[in-house]
């Protein structure tokens, strides 16, 4: 997808394989070219925490450190803000991205909180420019 960003034409190129197995033998392909990765959970789902912190664990880490490649920019991010009944506590997600140097954001996809916070964050970090078009790899 192509996209203005500060006045300069931007190309995202983004998977998104909700942690889907059946995108397991694509990662070291995929794991290659990325400059960041979303590690989305929902607020009000513990599991979902937990199944992003393994896929971070058990599958992102082990890769990087397999391939002797530097990790990417890794977002750890928490939807569903706008629901009243928080059950994963910013004290968690607070520990494990400190614990590992991870970017962590709270968002609601729903209302749209700080979600364009978030994108510019990201494209602020994370794009190259090659011959004037800015370029930013996506992992979700």
Not at 62 to 83: A, C, R, S
Not at 100 to 108: A, E, M, Q
């Amino acid at each position: 997808k192509n996209m203005k960003y500060n006045g300069k034409i931007i190309e995202i190129n983004y998977i998104a394989t909700a942690g889907e197995q059946t995108y397991k033998e694509d990662y070291k392909v995929i794991y290659n070219k990325i400059k960041a990765i979303f590690l989305m959970y929902d607020v009000t789902s513990a599991k979902s925490f937990m199944e992003a912190t393994w896929l971070y664990d058990n599958e992102v880490k082990p890769h990087f450190k397999e391939m002797n490649l530097p990790i990417p920019l890794v977002y750890v991010i928490g939807n569903k803000t706008d629901e009243k009944e928080r059950t994963v506590s910013v004290e968690l997600v607070k520990e494990f991205c400190e614990k590992n140097k991870l970017i962590s954001y709270d968002i609601s996809v729903k209302t749209g909180k700080n979600v364009r916070i978030l994108l510019n964050d990201l494209l602020d970090k994370c794009i190259t420019f090659n011959e004037g078009i800015g370029v930013c790899d996506l992992y979700m």
